[in-house]
């Protein structure tokens, strides 16, 4: 370091850099294109994360600013998602929008949260945005958000769910022909294949042996 007076040497410093992470990567979606504007971009890191592997993250911003994320999706489906803020509280927001109209919002220390929406028909533009208001910053002053999924239902309808000798069962409808898979799972987070159809007529039943032990199970039916 130098200045008109002379030049002094520093202490040994470690420059560390980090690998940089795609947003589809960080928020475990290739199937839906990620846009991000506002005052400075939202990105994919490693070190806060749900999945223990990445996340994406607002950018620094500064006193009104916003940082957003968003994607478009075609409903009817359902989207979930994990997310996460460290703000002032009750000033500085992570919001979620659908259509340019809030849905929800975290403000204050709050770890990572499962949302989940239902989405209409239609064309929809979903958005996530970190905002601050004109003074005061507390916190890392950002939002996280993780593990975004989307299962579109326009093609899958359930009509009935029941359990019966031990089994629980439900019926849903497709198109004959076209190839469904039941995935199965105890936490909304991982889901396992659990057997395939291919239709032959407009209704499929699904049946699995109850488990001692689950106490919650979750399903979702999808095209390949």
Same mark, same amino acid.
């Given at each position: 370091?130098?200045? /008109?007076?002379?030049?002094?040497?520093?202490?040994? /410093?470690?420059?560390?850099?980090?690998?940089?992470?795609?947003?589809?990567?960080?928020?475990?979606?290739?199937?839906?294109?990620?846009?991000?504007?506002?005052?400075? *971009?939202?990105?994919?890191?490693?070190?806060?994360?749900?999945?223990?592997?990445?996340?994406?993250?607002?950018?620094? #911003?500064?006193?009104?600013?916003?940082?957003?994320?968003?994607?478009?999706?075609?409903?009817? @489906?359902?989207?979930?998602?994990?997310?996460?803020?460290?703000?002032?509280?009750?000033?500085?927001?992570?919001?979620?929008?659908?259509?340019?109209?809030?849905?929800?919002? #975290?403000?204050?220390? #709050?770890?990572?949260?499962?949302?989940?929406?239902?989405?209409?028909?239609?064309?929809?533009?979903?958005?996530?945005?970190?905002?601050?208001?004109?003074?005061?910053?507390? @916190? /890392?002053?950002? @939002?996280?958000?993780?593990?975004?999924?989307?299962?579109?239902? /326009?093609?899958?309808?359930?009509?009935?769910?029941?359990?019966?000798? +031990?089994?629980?069962?439900?019926?849903?409808?497709?198109?004959?022909?076209?190839?469904?898979?039941?995935? +199965?799972?105890? &936490?909304?987070?991982?889901?396992?294949?659990?057997?395939?159809?291919?239709?032959? &007529?407009?209704?499929? *039943?699904?049946?699995?042996?109850?488990?001692?032990?689950? #106490?919650?199970?979750?399903?979702?039916?999808?095209?390949?």
């Amino acid at each position: 370091m130098s200045n /008109a007076f002379g030049t002094v040497e520093s202490d040994t /410093a470690t420059l560390v850099v980090l690998a940089a992470v795609p947003l589809a990567d960080a928020l475990d979606n290739h199937d839906l294109t990620w846009n991000t504007g506002g005052d400075a *971009l939202w990105f994919g890191q490693q070190v806060v994360h749900y999945d223990g592997v990445d996340a994406a993250q607002s950018a620094a #911003i500064t006193h009104g600013g916003v940082s957003w994320l968003e994607t478009s999706v075609t409903g009817p @489906g359902i989207l979930s998602f994990r997310w996460k803020v460290s703000s002032e509280p009750s000033f500085d927001f992570l919001r979620f929008y659908r259509n340019g109209t809030l849905q929800t919002q #975290i403000s204050g220390e #709050i770890n990572w949260q499962l949302r989940t929406f239902n989405i209409p028909a239609g064309n929809h533009t979903i958005r996530w945005a970190y905002t601050k208001d004109l003074s005061v910053s507390e @916190g /890392a002053d950002m @939002g996280w958000v993780d593990q975004v999924t989307y299962v579109p239902a /326009a093609a899958v309808v359930p009509t009935s769910a029941t359990v019966i000798n +031990g089994e629980f069962q439900f019926s849903f409808s497709g198109t004959p022909g076209v190839s469904y898979t039941v995935y +199965g799972s105890t &936490n909304f987070s991982t889901w396992i294949p659990l057997t395939n159809f291919i239709a032959t &007529n407009s209704t499929m *039943l699904f049946k699995e042996p109850v488990e001692p032990g689950f #106490i919650r199970r979750f399903y979702r039916v999808r095209t390949p």
